[in-house]
């Protein structure tokens, strides 16, 4: 597992690299650090030298605290880690490192749940999990419970259902997958059954709660895994964020279906909407759109 921990040294940043290497277990870990870019100074270019000079000289003494960052956190591993410090839009150059440096995920912090409201639109945290090409992480303050994995079986792969496994796998927790049919337009279950009247008779919406069932068992099965599985029938938004508090949850996985699907709806998004408002960190998986 490579994992890429972005850091501005700040204490929402704390929980990304805690995070991110217990996930990297025993594989690489690499840290970026993000720079502001300097002005062009067409006018000046003595000033342009002069603070050019300055953010030289200071690179030396963020890869330090980035080390001493890492050493408190997750002592032993800032030997192994890989600094990377780099200059100009922060979310771009973590994208861009990411790709080059072929990370099988992101780590990011929020400052919590009003604070991260107010990143997301336009922010870096919004940006990196729109664009990634790997699963991302978005850290919150640890806490204990079970991993849940909202899917809407849309997507053949099932990728958080993969990644819930994984995580419930590596922590030792319990792991329980929900499925909510608040919409029958896109729903797999639907069109398995074929032509429906507009309205679910109780015979129809047993019979698609038990195929989502289905379809979710058949693949756990096929990942070697156990679940407690939960069909909603309510609002998929209101009742991922219940479950996650009434469980309660340690960590939130959630799928998106590529960095150009997840573009375009991330804002307003089921997606978007669970980051802002999840109790605790949440894991967006990741299905290329083709």
């Given at each position: 597992?490579?994992?890429?921990?972005?850091?501005?040294?700040?204490?929402?940043?704390?929980?990304?690299?805690?995070?991110?290497?217990?996930?990297?277990?025993?594989?690489?870990?690499?840290?970026?650090?993000?720079?502001?870019?300097?002005?062009?100074?067409a006018?000046?270019?003595?000033?342009?030298?002069?603070?050019?000079?300055?953010?030289?000289?200071?690179?030396?003494?963020?890869?330090?605290?980035?080390?001493?960052?890492?050493?408190?956190?997750?002592?032993?591993?800032?030997?192994?880690?890989?600094?990377?410090?780099?200059?100009?839009?922060?979310?771009?150059?973590?994208?861009?490192?990411?790709e080059?440096?072929?990370?099988?995920?992101?780590?990011?912090?929020?400052?919590?749940?009003?604070?991260?409201?107010?990143?997301?639109?336009?922010?870096v945290?919004?940006?990196?999990?729109?664009?990634?090409?790997?699963?991302?992480?978005v850290?919150?303050?640890?806490?204990?419970?079970?991993?849940?994995?909202?899917?809407?079986?849309?997507?053949?792969?099932?990728?958080?259902?993969?990644?819930?496994?994984?995580?419930?796998?590596?922590?030792?927790?319990k792991?329980?997958?929900?499925?909510?049919?608040?919409?029958?337009?896109?729903?797999?279950?639907?069109?398995?059954?074929?032509?429906?009247?507009?309205?679910?008779?109780?015979?129809?919406?047993?019979?698609?709660?038990?195929?989502?069932?289905?379809?979710?068992?058949?693949?756990?099965?096929?990942?070697?895994?156990?679940a407690?599985?939960?069909?909603?029938?309510?609002?998929?938004?209101?009742?991922?964020l219940?479950?996650?508090?009434?469980?309660?949850?340690?960590?939130?996985?959630?799928?998106?279906?590529?960095?150009?699907?997840?573009?375009?709806?991330?804002?307003?998004?089921?997606?978007?909407?669970?980051?802002?408002?999840?109790?605790?960190?949440?894991?967006?998986?990741?299905?290329?759109?083709?």
């Amino acid at each position: 597992m490579r994992v890429l921990i972005a850091s501005d040294l700040s204490e929402a940043s704390d929980e990304a690299v805690r995070q991110g290497v217990a996930r990297a277990a025993g594989g690489r870990i690499g840290v970026c650090h993000v720079m502001p870019e300097l002005g062009t100074h067409a006018l000046l270019a003595q000033q342009y030298e002069e603070d050019l000079t300055k953010q030289l000289e200071v690179q030396p003494r963020i890869a330090e605290a980035l080390q001493g960052q890492l050493e408190r956190l997750a002592p032993g591993t800032s030997a192994q880690a890989e600094i990377f410090i780099e200059q100009g839009s922060p979310y771009d150059q973590i994208l861009a490192r990411a790709e080059q440096w072929q990370a099988d995920l992101v780590a990011v912090g929020t400052h919590g749940r009003t604070g991260l409201r107010r990143m997301l639109l336009g922010s870096v945290a919004d940006q990196v999990v729109r664009g990634a090409h790997c699963p991302v992480l978005v850290a919150r303050p640890q806490r204990e419970g079970a991993v849940l994995t909202a899917t809407d079986l849309t997507d053949p792969a099932l990728p958080a259902i993969e990644l819930g496994v994984a995580e419930a796998k590596r922590t030792g927790r319990k792991l329980v997958v929900m499925h909510a049919m608040e919409s029958r337009e896109g729903d797999a279950a639907m069109g398995l059954l074929g032509a429906l009247p507009a309205l679910d008779t109780p015979e129809t919406s047993a019979a698609r709660r038990a195929l989502a069932r289905d379809i979710i068992q058949t693949a756990l099965k096929r990942l070697g895994a156990e679940a407690d599985v939960v069909i909603a029938e309510e609002d998929a938004l209101r009742e991922t964020l219940e479950l996650a508090a009434s469980l309660p949850a340690g960590l939130v996985v959630v799928g998106s279906h590529g960095r150009s699907g997840l573009s375009r709806v991330v804002l307003g998004s089921m997606v978007a909407r669970v980051l802002e408002n999840a109790p605790c960190s949440v894991l967006v998986a990741r299905q290329d759109a083709p």
